[in-house]
């Protein structure tokens, strides 16, 4: 059973990935563009929120597509871990209570692919395939020097 799951590994992360991105960039969609249920929308270049709003749409697509997945992921946790200690935990310590539930989630979810990487489906698969194809190549093409 233990081996069914590692060999699934892969497909299961890059599931996760695709999920957490998506609902990432939603987030950020609805604060910039007032889509997906969101009425209000933030000022453009209005600190933090906005670049919040920026950094969620951006690095969610990024994460979805599994494109820069590590770098994307390190800086939408620690957005979410700004979040988190600037706007929530002053008006209470424990998430439930300030309402940080979301910010927190987000936080370790994309701390997790930070080493993970982007798992199956990420089109970061694609560019390591291709260049050590590449590389491969051009190591069989090189001369042996005596």
Not at 38 to 66: K, M, N, Q
Not at 101 to 112: G, Q
């Amino acid at each position: 059973m233990s081996a069914r799951l590692n060999n699934a590994q892969p497909y299961a992360i890059g599931l996760f990935r695709i999920v957490v991105g998506l609902l990432f960039a939603c987030h950020g969609a609805r604060s910039l563009f007032g889509v997906l249920g969101g009425e209000e929308t933030v000022a453009a270049g209005a600190w933090p929120g906005w670049y919040a709003a920026v950094i969620e749409l951006v690095g969610g697509s990024l994460v979805l597509l599994g494109l820069g997945t590590r770098v994307a992921a390190f800086i939408a946790s620690g957005a979410m871990a700004y979040a988190y200690f600037d706007v929530h935990q002053p008006n209470a310590l424990m998430p439930i209570q300030n309402q940080g539930e979301l910010a927190a989630a987000f936080c370790w979810a994309f701390f997790l692919l930070v080493f993970t990487g982007s798992g199956a489906f990420g089109v970061d698969r694609l560019f390591a395939k291709r260049s050590s194809s590449a590389t491969k190549t051009s190591r069989d093409k090189t001369p042996v020097a005596a």
